[in-house]
């Protein structure tokens, strides 16, 4: 296999092209409420405390990506977006980073209460978890390989790369404190390039491109948050390297999820920039959240939860 150059590799894969969209923390509240069904302007505001010039740019980000569309009430007084087909289709990632932050960054609410899934025509209960495909076998990481694709190339981060203060909500068991680790482009540039293998600090910084105090922000926080371990690799003088811990590696399956929907909706075939593949078999994986014990995509218009006192 050819490697090609780290830098393209880390910042032109599917993951980036998807967090450059809708990878920061307002976003992902933003999403987090319109699953529960949120369409208004001011009800977001109400529920999030979202700045309104914030809210406005986000919600019009999200239209212009095909997340939402904009559409009226039937009144026809107020304005409504609502989720489309590509939109829902990003319930899988919400699942996902739900089932890591309950594990690894719980809410006192999180440690209290639990969100079941269950299909709404059959009553049977949903275990999510990342298969290879539709009805195909949960994704081992040890067996995965990767080849650039026919699309690999840089893209532009977005423009606005500040990290924001978000109030945590008291109310919601899922996507809760997980925003004040991942709510960022940078903080999940800095987690895609630990997932190459990517350890130094001056590695990092060649690979992003990002200024330095940027860089050591990220470093420091997802440090301290557990998602990465410092380790001293030299003594004189004392330098470190950052890896992977426990925490981080379980973040495999958000990640693989995203990639997912990003391969789904922002690439053709001949514009995929990354093709993971099966290492036994070689066959391209389509990675999907589904359910464990019938294999079915998890579809939100299917799905129904409910909020359960945790064992």
Same mark, same amino acid.
């Given at each position: ?19 450059? *969209?809708?990878?920061?923390? =307002? ?16 009800? @977001? ?51 996902? %980073?739900?089932? =890591?932050?309950?594990? $690894?960054?719980?809410?006192?609410? %999180? ?5 079941? &899934? &269950? ?7 949903? %275990? ?17 390989? @990767? ?7 840089? *893209? ?6 500040? !990290? ?10 899922? +996507?809760?404190?997980?925003?004040? +680790?991942?709510?960022?482009? =940078?903080? $999940? ?5 630990? &997932? &190459? ?16 105090? +940027? ?18 690799? %030299? ?25 997912? =929907?990003?391969?789904? @909706? ?38 129904? $939860?409910?909020?359960? !006192?945790?064992?």
């Amino acid at each position: 296999m050819q490697h090609p150059d780290l830098r393209l590799l880390v910042m032109g894969n599917p993951v980036a092209r998807a967090f450059a *969209i809708v990878g920061d923390a =307002w976003t992902q509240l933003i999403l987090r409420e319109a699953f529960y069904g949120v369409r208004r302007f001011n009800v @977001w505001c109400e529920r999030l405390g979202t700045p309104r010039s914030v809210l406005t740019d986000r919600l019009g980000r999200l239209v212009e990506a095909g997340i939402f569309v904009q559409t009226q009430a039937e009144t026809g007084l107020r304005t409504e977006y609502r989720l489309t087909d590509r939109g829902l289709d990003l319930f899988g990632v919400a699942v996902m %980073q739900g089932q =890591w932050e309950r594990v $690894w960054a719980a809410s006192a609410l %999180q440690e209290r209460y639990e969100i079941a &899934f &269950f299909d709404r025509e059959s009553g049977g209960r949903i %275990q999510p978890v990342v298969l290879t495909e539709p009805f195909g076998k949960p994704v081992d990481p040890t067996r995965v390989t @990767w080849e650039a694709g026919p699309g690999l190339k840089l *893209i532009d981060p977005p423009t606005s790369r500040r !990290r924001r203060s978000v109030p945590a909500s008291s109310d919601r068991p899922i +996507i809760d404190r997980s925003t004040e +680790i991942i709510g960022d482009y =940078w903080s $999940w540039a800095v987690l895609s390039a630990a &997932f &190459f293998r990517v350890r130094r600090f001056d590695e990092f910084h060649s690979v992003l491109g990002v200024a330095t105090n +940027i860089l050591a922000d990220r470093l420091a926080r997802l440090t301290a948050h557990g998602v990465l371990e410092k380790r001293p690799y %030299q003594r004189t003088p004392l330098r470190y390297e950052y890896r992977l811990s426990r925490a981080g590696r379980d973040m495999y399956p958000i990640v693989l999820a995203m990639l997912g =929907w990003s391969q789904k @909706w922002l690439l053709s075939p001949r514009e995929r920039p990354l093709i993971l593949k099966d290492r036994d078999s070689g066959k391209a994986l389509k990675p999907t959240v589904c359910d464990l014990e019938t294999g079915q995509p998890m579809n939100p218009r299917a799905t129904r $939860w409910d909020v359960e !006192r945790a064992d």
